[in-house]
């Protein structure tokens, strides 16, 4: 065994979540166990010989994190950056595709950040608990994986945050990335990248709960009503739209008066694939959208868009720069036209 692996120091922050739950008097299950207790149960930790600490940040279901407990632990995670090489979090699931795009936004430096859950808690057989928390100690140990931002590990498959979705409700291979496909995986315990990201998106800000974006999802015989009555008490929109883009004709002028007001932004509820820009021609489509000042997100699914959109506007208001940097978010433009500097000091 290397010295440089023995050395390898990660430190693992406990949010609660299914990895962490056990019975509650009442029935069902409920965060109970520590981030301490969660290693006590990962078989083969100390032959890696990584050294890890740990730190209860907090004992919450995914369903219950907000803004500002992911905001605070990037706080968390800069404070202990010069002593360790990665970080793990571990998370109810139910939330990971947007928290880990949040972290991806905010975290800076080009330690990886390694999100984990279970989709078994401990009490159950099988429990996938600390195969994953295993695989996501040894990635964010593995000095490949600086430079990509947050990830997200299990089921032995390494996610970029961007990408990741969670696409079943109970299968221990929820996760994944529709858009390009998994980075890498576990080998016999190790990570194997086989694939990268190519650039970062990063934002030197804090993102509390005071904003309020909502994601309308358009259907089949959408209505109006809603949009006409969110006018007032918004910070910003997300349209979850049909196809590469498109809405009901009877939409269109309620879009575009609140994209007047606040920055629209338009996305594709199919999950996977871009928003188009300017194929389509009819009241909807959405070269009319775009012409009527909505902000098309690419590869963003609706999710990652409402993400990113919360993350600029606690950064800026100004509509040419929430255009410039979305574009560059979604793949629309060279990501070097990305507003912010970001860190590039991957091997730092």
């Not at 079943?168 to 496909?181: K, L, Q, V, Y």
């Not at 990652?304 to 040419?320: C, F, G, V, Y």
């Amino acid at each position: 065994m290397s010295q440089e692996r023995i050395t390898r120091r990660v430190i693992v922050f406990g949010l609660g979540g299914t990895i962490a739950m056990s019975t509650t008097a009442t029935g069902g299950v409920a965060p109970a166990l520590s981030a301490e207790q969660l290693l006590a149960a990962v078989p083969g930790l100390a032959s890696t010989g990584i050294i890890v600490e740990v730190a209860d940040f907090r004992q919450l279901p995914g369903a219950s994190l907000t803004f500002a407990d992911i905001t605070a632990l990037v706080d968390a995670i800069t404070e202990h950056l010069p002593d360790i090489d990665g970080v793990v979090v571990t998370q109810g699931t139910d939330t990971i595709e947007e928290t880990a795009y949040l972290i991806d936004l905010l975290h800076t430096a080009p330690h990886p950040v390694v999100v984990t859950g279970a989709m078994r808690n401990p009490t159950l057989a099988g429990a996938d608990g600390p195969a994953n928390l295993l695989a996501a100690i040894s990635t964010a140990a593995d000095r490949s994986a600086r430079g990509q931002g947050c990830l997200v590990v299990l089921n032995d498959e390494i996610h970029a945050a961007r990408r990741v979705c969670k696409t079943h409700t109970s299968s221990t291979g929820t996760f994944e990335s529709p858009d390009g496909g998994p980075l890498g995986y576990l080998v016999e315990g190790q990570p194997r990248f086989l694939n990268r990201i190519a650039h970062r998106t990063t934002l030197p800000t804090r993102v509390d709960d005071d904003l309020y974006i909502p994601i309308h999802t358009v259907t089949l015989g959408d209505h109006e009503i809603l949009l006409n009555a969110a006018t007032d008490h918004i910070d910003g929109l997300v349209v979850a739209a049909l196809g590469a883009g498109h809405v009901p004709a009877r939409l269109v002028p309620a879009l575009e008066r609140l994209a007047s007001r606040v920055p629209v932004v338009l996305a594709s509820r199919t999950g996977a694939g871009s928003v188009l820009e300017s194929t389509y021609g009819f009241p909807g489509s959405e070269r009319d959208l775009i012409a009527r000042g909505l902000l098309p997100a690419g590869y963003l699914n609706p999710l990652k868009s409402r993400i990113l959109l919360a993350a600029l506007l606690a950064t800026t208001r100004d509509h040419t720069t929430l255009r410039t940097a979305i574009a560059a978010a979604g793949g629309y433009t060279n990501p070097e036209t990305w507003p912010w500097p970001t860190d590039s000091s991957k091997d730092a």
